[in-house]
């Protein structure tokens, strides 16, 4: 069964500038377009967790849904938010992804589901692999159990932030994504990012841009 699919962009962009970085041009859409794309596939629903005017999104066509954590608390609010809707729209498991991340895997739901089968945790989070370290941990791709909603809320009323502190002591399958030509979970932060994107845009399929 496909999870519902919650795209995180509660973010303030501050190394952008501030606004909207989902909203610049890729390739003659906005970045967020491309997300929508790729997701869209892989889950039954999608929405998008935005603060600010959701009336600046509508033509994205997703429910948008605010923090319910007052202050910017990070991208566990944002998981918040995607559980509450998943669980009053009759979901057990939402897919996280990130706003400004428009080349994540085409099989990203497919693999955290079978590393939640294969490890019997409620959670799963995408990896890549790192020469320092086991692996380098990408936080907003995930799966995520909405039984947990409760206990996540209090967490942050509590104040954690980081989603790891949260995610480890549940259970969380690392799941690897490796063999692409760059990262697939390069995200959009500075306008070098934008550029950047952009020749990453120019070597995908032909398919793949429009």
């Known amino acids: 069964m496909k999870p519902a699919g919650v795209i995180l962009a509660g973010g303030r962009s501050t190394r952008m500038g501030g606004g909207d970085k989902f909203l610049l041009d890729l390739g003659g859409k906005p970045i967020l377009e491309h997300v929508i794309k790729r997701l869209a596939p892989q889950v039954a629903r999608m929405a998008l967790n935005a603060n600010g005017n959701a009336a600046r999104l509508s033509r994205f066509n997703l429910p948008v849904m605010h923090d319910s954590i007052d202050g910017y608390a990070g991208p566990l609010a944002g998981v918040l938010a995607g559980m509450d809707w998943a669980f009053d729209n009759g979901f057990d498991q939402i897919v996280t992804v990130a706003a400004d991340t428009p080349f994540f895997p085409e099989h990203l739901v497919v693999a955290l589901q079978m590393g939640i089968v294969s490890d019997a945790t409620p ?3 995408a990896t890549t692999p790192d020469l320092e370290r ?31 502190q949260w995610t480890e002591p549940k259970g969380c399958a690392n799941v690897c994504f490796q063999g692409f030509a760059f990262d697939p979970f390069f995200n959009v ?10 020749e ?3 070597q995908q399929p032909q398919e793949s841009r429009t």
């Open 134 to 164: 086991p692996f380098n941990r990408h936080p907003t791709f995930g799966l995520w159990d909405v039984s947990l909603r409760e206990d996540l809320r209090q967490s942050l009323k509590d104040g954690l932030r980081k989603v790891v």
């Open 189 to 198: 932060n500075t306008p070098d990012d934008l550029t950047k994107a952009r």
């Open 200 to 202: 990453y845009l120019a």
């Open 123 to 125: 959670l799963a989070m």
